[in-house]
């Protein structure tokens, strides 16, 4: 049977066929095969294949189920017929669904596919009040982002590598929480084994070879392509030779960046620092003395009153209750509360 060739680059539309085309050649399925999984016709899915026409919704949610695709047909699907989106990002997204390695440079902002969706509707948010957006261009905006986040939540995932600028985990987006919950998600990802974190310090600011967000993606056929974006378009990039000399520079920022381990400790610092941030009302908080050394000695009180609300817990000293306190993250308190209640310091 003739396959007809179709450019992603072409339209939104003809982004999706082609994202639909690939996962089901994927899963070894014929038209007329996944067509009976999603109870349509060979036929209409071969019409959605070569971009001639619009599926609905329920179309899409039982393709991403039938394929083991977690979403992300329907996070291109969202694009179809809106403007809330660069030239060049439709065809981008559907490539970087079925990618197997994606590389990551951005600075300012933690990018997309490792956004919360709390940080990126107040990203979104914030590109409303300042009328850059709609409020219902946002709303699709991170419709296709929980899309785009979908690969990862498959059984074989593809492999993420982020190299962060400092400034994407200093960066205050929505609120101090908010920010805070987001590095939370970072520590998690970095967690993973498809998943390498790296943080390049401001100190080495100098040596950073982009200037703009950039991707790379190696596909399951090994062919690289790369994605950039100014402030007017997005720009996919297949000519093999100009995205080789991306991944070198690439791969040079991964040497200036800090190892994985020593990454994942300056975000943890820049976790605490957004603690001072956050406005608590320590005059009216609840205290209570946590420990006395004998007779005279130091003493400290404790405030959990904003651990459920803010996450933090507030510290100072009994004898001096109207000067300055600490504000520290509440899971840090509990754990050097419970490695002192099992006598971790006994000796110190």
Not at 24 to 32: A, E, F, G, M
Not at 161 to 188: F, K, N
Not at 323 to 331: E, Q
Request: charge should be negative.
């Amino acid at each position: 049977m003739r396959i007809n060739e179709l450019d992603p680059s072409s339209s939104p539309l003809a982004a999706l066929g082609w994202q639909l085309r690939e996962r089901r050649q994927q899963q070894r399925l014929t038209q007329d095969e996944l067509g009976a999984l999603v109870n349509y016709t060979g036929a209409y899915v071969s019409m959605i294949e070569n971009g001639k026409r619009r599926p609905p919704v329920e179309f899409i949610r039982a393709a991403d189920r039938a394929l083991g695709a977690a979403g992300a047909l329907e996070g291109t699907w969202w694009m179809i017929g809106h403007t809330a989106f660069h030239g060049g990002f439709p065809e981008y997204v559907g490539l970087e669904s079925t990618a197997r390695r994606i590389q990551v440079w951005e600075a300012g902002i933690v990018p997309g596919i490792a956004q919360t969706e709390e940080y990126a509707r107040a990203l979104e948010a914030g590109y409303v009040e300042r009328g850059s957006v709609t409020p219902e261009q946002a709303a699709e905006r991170v419709g296709v982002l929980l899309g785009r986040q979908a690969p990862l939540y498959l059984p074989n995932p593809p492999e993420l590598h982020l190299a962060l600028d400092e400034s994407c985990i200093r960066t205050v987006i929505g609120s101090p929480e908010v920010t805070m919950r987001q590095l939370d998600w970072l520590i998690e990802l970095a967690a993973r084994p498809n998943v390498v974190l790296q943080v390049v310090p401001f100190a080495r600011g100098a040596k950073r070879p982009f200037t703009h967000m950039t991707i790379l993606l190696t596909m399951a056929d090994g062919a690289l392509v790369g994605y950039t974006e100014t402030h007017q378009r997005g720009y996919v990039e297949h000519e093999r030779e100009s995205v080789m000399g991306w991944l070198d520079e690439y791969h040079r920022l991964q040497i200036e960046a800090l190892p994985p381990a020593d990454s994942l400790v300056l975000i943890s610092k820049a976790r605490k620092d957004l603690c001072n941030m956050i406005p608590v009302d320590a005059v009216n908080a609840a205290w209570f003395k946590s420990n006395y050394s004998g007779g005279g000695g130091a003493c400290v009180e404790i405030s959990t009153s904003h651990a459920q609300s803010h996450g933090v817990v507030l510290v100072r000293d009994s004898k001096n209750p109207e000067g300055s306190y600490l504000t520290l993250p509440a899971a840090s308190w509990r754990a050097f509360a419970d490695a002192a209640g099992s006598g971790a310091f006994a000796a110190l």
